[in-house]
T-cell receptor, first 118, second 111 residues
Framework: EAGVTQFPSHSVIEKGQTVTLRCDPI?????LYWYRRVMGKEIKFLLH????????ESGMPNNRFLAERTGGTYSTLKVQPAELEDSGVYFC????????????????FGPGTRLTVL | EDQVTQSPEALRLQEGESSSLNCSYT??????LFWYRQDPGKGPEFLFT???AGEEKEKERLKATLTKKESFLHITAPKPEDSATYLC????????????FGSGTRLQVQP
């Protein structure tokens, strides 16, 4: 079974430019999450999709970040315009709803996109 | 606000030298505590989920335990391939699925 994939693996852009990150979740996973780690900090939650709907956007830092999930499949995260403090590693994770005796879902992470804003 | 603190920040062991990593947490009702392993340049790889105090889970040389305030990841007779950053995360009973992560413990196992 293919894992979560992210593209690109690395992006270097100038301040003020636009960048779009893509995440393909594990097939059949309705839940899709975005997280990021900025330099020296822990991984922080950004938002959560259930299928194509935004379930929780509480971690989005500001309105320069726009996430979409068309048709409930892959997701994109656009940063426009990018600022220096947006540099970091952006992770996507996906999960299916709990099954059986599980109390919560297990989130499986992709390899991340390293974003460098110069 | 949910908080996760991991210690030590870094740990160097000799091959075969057992040790434990600590994850202290503060959460408004624990729904689940998660352990992940992360190798350089890769994403976190899921290891365990613990739900309630007293619970233990094992996988090869790793065993995770949980109390009401902290979790331990015990590594028995580690091998160099166990070298990685180990991350702890919590999920609260708030209706949100967001994970709150600690900053991790970087483990290096020398042959």
């Amino acid at each position: 079974e293919a894992g979560v994939t992210q593209f690109p693996s690395h992006s270097v852009i100038e301040k003020g430019q636009t960048v779009t990150l893509r995440c393909d979740p594990i097939s059949g996973h309705d839940n899709l999450y975005w997280y990021r780690r900025v330099m020296g900090k822990e991984i922080k939650f950004l938002l959560h999709f259930v299928k194509e709907s935004k379930q929780d956007e509480s971690g989005m830092p500001n309105n320069r970040f726009l996430a979409e999930r068309t048709g409930g499949t892959y997701s994109t995260l656009k940063v426009q315009p990018a600022e220096l403090e947006d540099s970091g590693v952006y992770f996507c994770a996906s999960s299916q709803d709990p099954v059986g005796t599980e109390d919560t879902d297990t989130q499986y992470f992709g390899p991340g996109t390293r974003l460098t804003v110069l | 606000e949910d908080q996760v603190t991991q210690s030590p920040e870094a740990l160097r062991l000799q091959e075969g030298e057992s040790s434990s990593l600590n994850c202290s947490y503060t959460v408004s009702g624990l729904r689940g505590l998660f352990w992940y392993r992360q190798d350089p340049g890769k994403g976190p790889e899921f290891l365990f989920t613990l739900y309630s105090a007293g619970e233990e889970k094992e996988k090869e040389r790793l065993k995770a335990t949980l109390t009401k305030k902290e979790s331990f990841l015990h590594i028995t007779a580690p091998k160099p391939e166990d070298s990685a950053t180990y991350l702890c995360a919590v999920q609260a009973y708030t209706g949100r699925r967001a994970l709150t992560f600690g900053s991790g413990t970087r483990l290096q196992v020398q042959p």
